[in-house]
């Protein structure tokens, strides 16, 4: 599986307080201190320094006994640690939730760290696992979940990977219609991209520009080069399967400036998929 996947499918973005301890606790106040310098560091492309930072937090949030920031720490260090390449830390990290049934977490924390490892697992080509952590997520999530766009957003990705290009494209059309509202724009871009991906690999290389065309509106209104690039590359593939070889050289040359501009940035640095508490 491509990068792609690991720096853009899902947003999981959760807005919500940790349970509220004593006013003015210091415990509380260097906690506060780590996940926003953890926060700062990523934004900025220290993900080394992030990482550390949110393994700290972790640390805290433990011996507090705050299962809310148990959780969301313990997701942004798997996070971090994928973006790094550390898989094998990017899993530990996620045990402190998945693998500690008895420690009080939310079934929006339960479901966002399933939806985490099986991003991870399907970023490393272990579809099967893959499959096994987005169908417990999906099981978790009740009617009116807001992760059910991102569920099946991943589960598109993953039918796309195993070459069922029309499963894929259902599966991303359902994502695209649980993708409402201003929050949900990013996986709405997310899943009007696999949508064209699985035209594309369906021999419907026409038919795929549409979608790709409305994710790359979408991105570019969010703001995201990396998806930008994304769809660029992908547009510019499906041109050229599509015969328009003018079209096809539009795009490339476009993604590549993107890519330009990116790399001179020092690797615009991904912050999507962090929580914030």
């Given at each position: ?56 937090a972790l640390r805290l949030a433990t011996s507090l006994e ?185 795009y490339q040359e476009r993604g590549l400036a993107v890519s ?18």
């Amino acid at each position: 599986m491509s990068r792609w996947l690991a720096a853009c499918l899902v947003v999981l973005i959760a807005a919500c307080a940790a349970p509220a301890l004593e006013r003015g606790s210091p415990a509380q106040t260097r906690l506060s201190e780590a996940e926003a310098r953890a926060a700062a560091l990523a934004r900025s492309g220290d993900y080394a320094g992030a990482a550390r930072f949110y393994g700290e937090a972790l640390r805290l949030a433990t011996s507090l006994e705050n299962p809310d920031a148990i959780a969301a720490n313990a997701i942004n260090l798997s996070i971090v640690n994928q973006w790094l390449g550390r898989d094998a830390e990017a899993r530990a990290a996620l045990a402190a939730v998945l693998d500690e049934p008895r420690a009080g977490f939310s079934e929006r924390r339960k479901t966002q760290a399933e939806l985490r490892r099986a991003i991870l697992e399907a970023a490393s080509g272990n579809l099967g696992a893959a499959e096994v952590w987005a169908g417990e997520a999906e099981r978790r999530c009740a009617p009116g979940c807001e992760y059910a766009a991102a569920i099946l957003n991943v589960r598109a990705q993953l039918a796309l990977d195993a070459g069922h290009a029309a499963e894929a494209a259902r599966l991303a059309a359902a994502a695209r219609e649980r993708a409402q509202g201003e929050a949900g724009r990013g996986e709405a871009a997310n899943a009007l991209r696999t949508l064209g991906r699985a035209r594309a690999a369906a021999g419907e290389p026409a038919r795929a520009l549409e979608p790709l065309r409305q994710a790359l509106e979408i991105d570019r209104a969010l703001g995201d080069p990396r998806k930008i690039l994304a769809d660029l590359t992908e547009l510019a593939r499906a041109a050229d399967a599509a015969g328009d070889a003018q079209a096809a050289r539009g795009y490339q040359e476009r993604g590549l400036a993107v890519s330009r501009a990116i790399n001179d940035g020092r690797g615009a640095p991904e912050t999507e998929g962090l929580l914030r508490r």
